[in-house]
């Protein structure tokens, strides 16, 4: 899929939050030995989804270095918005600026609603119904103890700000393309804390289905190969999923490893492929082509190709996404229970 | 009593078939055996599964499988004998073949468990348990082996002895294009895998997977490869209940049973298939067979000996383990596969000069147990 007139990125940005929880802290309490991970962030007791989509948002207006209220567009992508009814997208326009001439919105499509956020910001900003429009994936993931999903559900978040592409653009988009089908592997329903997941389910005909189909759709779209591309991001649920999956596609661990953070963070749910993207633009340089394909439960993915424009080298100020992994203070099973309101008074 | 022929074969690969229903895998695997046998017409169909009707939510299973080949109307039967179904239903379609009731056969196994989360499969295997003796306890079929394994480590070998069941099913599902895994596992790999139930570990335990395995009989006609000996015998259910918890009578009295029908003892035995849905249990089928001595079991399977060109070849296209265990469909897998073995269509997996083979198929822990031997016929 291509625009009428080109988009590309105008400012970036990424925040996790400082605490971590080890897989082996996990083992611990349960007695298991898994480690899809290494760790996983732990959001602070006055964190959620809406105020590290703000730490993301914030930094990308800052990076852009435009007017706030130029955006026209804010929409939030997560699937733990903190109210059930109340955007989270008016707090985060409110907080950045950009209020009240703002269209907002709360995207949910599991993991992948923050690309589907950019999907709807590239369609408004290349029918140029708006100048600017910013996409947020970000989350504080919900794994409930003792499953499967406990060692990797984590929280993070990553903003883009999309507009006409000129020499002012980080890097332009070439082209996208999404992928859907009906296929239930996670979900959780309303009122429910935690998610259910299908188990095998969610591999074989659910993240690699819809992973491989969106990404080659879209090579064959655009004539390009794997090789051509210097880097690539995967929807990153553990260590091991994209890394097959960019097997997959003919990808190899060299394009991926910028933006293969989940070892050290965890599942970032929404936030998981844009936190992806956004570690790749901090090393990007230009020229430097970038694969990207997200994936949501439920199920689809989005795929999107960006190349860097030099404009990025004057545009990522600023603590850069290592910077907050690195910065990190971990927490044993008690303390991340009591930042996850799962023990209370 | 008419000698009975194996007259086709059709196996499917093990593996996940998300999108395909059990009809579907049926009729394929059915479809071919039937094609491989060149017969115009099927008398009768015995459908071998264990557990779609918790896994599937499915019964009456033998209507569903016959409308789903194309053939309603037909006589058709199911059986269920726990993870013994396949060798069980061979059983009765050679009945069926040798008393002249009927002249072809068809029996198709066919199990799909990736439609379930593991935790019912789980619950499947141990419903092979009593009800109201043992699987209420919350024990699981794993936690039942782990507990003969521990007495076998303690009476008889080391732990890596008989890990290397598991190790040599493995090596020999390499290149295997009906395996689910055709790919080598060290020792090491398989013993620094975490514990299921201690001793057991994860890499000695037979996967989830789906399959489907047919095969036609029809009466002897001394070419190709007959039914020899066929036979059935049950335990008490419990490990519990029995003199000896190791002891496998089951699968010793269908042994002893298979073998005098077919005029043999276990020497003349060329090729085996054993039960390896954990690796203690591959390693007491291999005693009960009388392949080897009670407590020498796990000795043999980690020699040279139970490979294609060794004195007893084992599990030659990777057993429970790396071939898979489609509950309903393993038996009908392991007879196909010794099948195939005597009528020199092995491929790179032929024992050379082989002329009986015998295939051992296990229900609960061994509480009941089918012994399929297989010849060569003269011509």
């Known amino acids: ?345 | 009593m008419r000698n009975v022929k194996v007259a086709g074969i059709g196996l499917l690969k093990v593996k996940e078939y998300w999108d395909r229903s059990i009809q579907d895998l049926f009729a394929e695997t059915s479809l071919k055996a039937i094609k491989d046998a060149g017969v115009e017409s099927i008398d009768k169909v015995y459908v071998s599964n264990m557990s779609a009707a918790l896994m599937q939510d499915q019964l009456n299973t033998a209507a569903l499988m016959s409308d789903a080949i194309g053939m309603p109307g037909i006589s058709a039967s199911r059986v269920e004998a726990g993870s013994a179904s396949g060798g069980v239903a061979f059983h009765e379609a050679v009945q069926a073949v040798a008393s002249g009731y009927s002249d072809t056969v068809l029996v198709t196994g066919v199990e799909k468990m990736s439609d379930i989360l593991p935790d019912v499969v789980t619950t499947a295997l141990a419903m092979a348990e009593e009800q109201e003796y043992t699987a209420y306890t919350g024990v699981t079929k794993t936690g039942i082996a782990a507990m003969i394994h521990r007495l076998y480590l303690d009476r008889y070998a080391e732990a890596s002895e008989v890990c290397m069941m598991a190790v040599k099913s493995h090596e020999h599902a390499v290149g295997c294009k009906h395996a689910q895994y055709p790919f080598k596992m060290s020792i090491e790999r398989a013993m620094s895998s975490p514990m299921e139930a201690n001793p057991i570990h994860m890499m000695e335990c037979a996967g989830i997977g789906d399959g489907a395995a047919a095969i036609v009989l029809v009466p002897a006609d001394n070419a190709g490869v007959e039914v020899a000996g066929s036979a059935i015998a049950t335990d008490y259910t419990s490990i519990a209940q029995r003199l000896d918890p190791m002891a496998m009578d089951a699968i010793r009295k269908a042994a002893d049973r298979a073998y005098k029908m077919a005029g043999i003892t276990a020497k003349k035995v060329d090729l085996a298939e054993v039960h390896d849905d954990f690796t203690i249990n591959g390693v007491l089928g291999v005693e009960g067979l009388g392949l080897a001595k009670d407590g020498e079991g796990a000795k043999l399977v980690s020699t040279e000996e139970v490979d294609k060109a060794g004195k007893i070849p084992i599990n030659t296209f990777g057993g429970l383990k790396a071939r898979g265990n489609p509950l309903g469909a393993t038996g009908i897998y392991q007879v196909a596969e010794v099948a195939l073995q005597l009528r020199g269509d092995a491929g790179d997996h032929q024992v050379e000069g082989a002329k009986y083979g015998v295939a051992q198929n296990s229900g609960g822990m061994a509480s009941i147990c089918a012994v399929n031997v297989l010849r060569r016929a003269k011509k």
């Open chain 1, 1 to 345: 899929m291509k625009t009428i007139r080109q988009v590309g990125l105008v400012g970036y940005g990424a925040y996790v939050p400082m605490y971590r929880l080890e897989a082996s802290e996990i083992n611990r309490m349960w007695g298991g030995f898994g480690a899809p991970v290494e760790e996983k962030t732990v959001v602070a007791v006055d964190e959620d989804t809406i105020t590290i989509a703000v730490e993301a948002a914030k930094q990308a207006v800052y990076r852009a270095k435009i007017t706030p209220s130029e955006i026209g567009a804010v929409f939030v992508g997560t699937e733990s918005k903190p109210y059930a009814v109340k955007p989270s997208g008016t707090i985060v326009a409110e907080a950045i600026g950009a209020t009240p001439n703002v269209s907002t919105a709360d995207f949910e499509f599991a993991c992948k609603a923050g690309t589907e956020a950019m999907q709807a910001c590239i369609g408004l900003v290349g029918s140029g119904m708006y100048k600017y429009a910013m996409a947020i994936g970000a989350d504080t993931a919900q794994g409930k103890p003792h499953d499967a999903l406990e060692y990797t559900a984590a929280c993070g978040g990553a903003a883009f700000i999309f507009g006409e592409r000129s020499a002012e653009t980080i890097a332009y988009l070439e082209a996208s393309h999404s992928f859907v089908t009906d296929t239930p592997d996670f979900w959780r329903r309303s009122k429910e804390m935690y998610p259910m997941h299908g188990n095998r389910f969610t591999g074989a005909p659910a993240y690699f289905k819809h992973i491989t189909s969106a990404g080659k759709m879209l090579l064959e779209e655009t004539g390009y190969k794997p090789e051509d591309f210097k880097w690539a991001v995967f929807h990153q649920p553990n260590t091991k999923f994209p890394i097959n999956a960019s097997r997959m596609l003919g990808f190899t661990m060299d394009q991926i490893k910028p933006g293969l953070v989940a070892p050290k963070i965890g599942n970032t749910y929404a936030g998981s492929t844009p936190v992806g993207l956004a570690a790749t633009l901090d090393i990007a340089e230009p020229r430097d082509k970038i694969f990207v394909v997200s994936y949501g439960s439920g199920s689809g993915s989005d795929a999107f190709i960006f190349t860097v424009q030099d404009a990025i080298l004057d545009k990522r100020e600023g603590p850069k996404l290592s910077s907050f992994i690195d910065r990190k203070k971990y927490v044993d099973y008690a303390t991340y229970l009591k930042h996850r309101g799962q023990i209370v008074q």
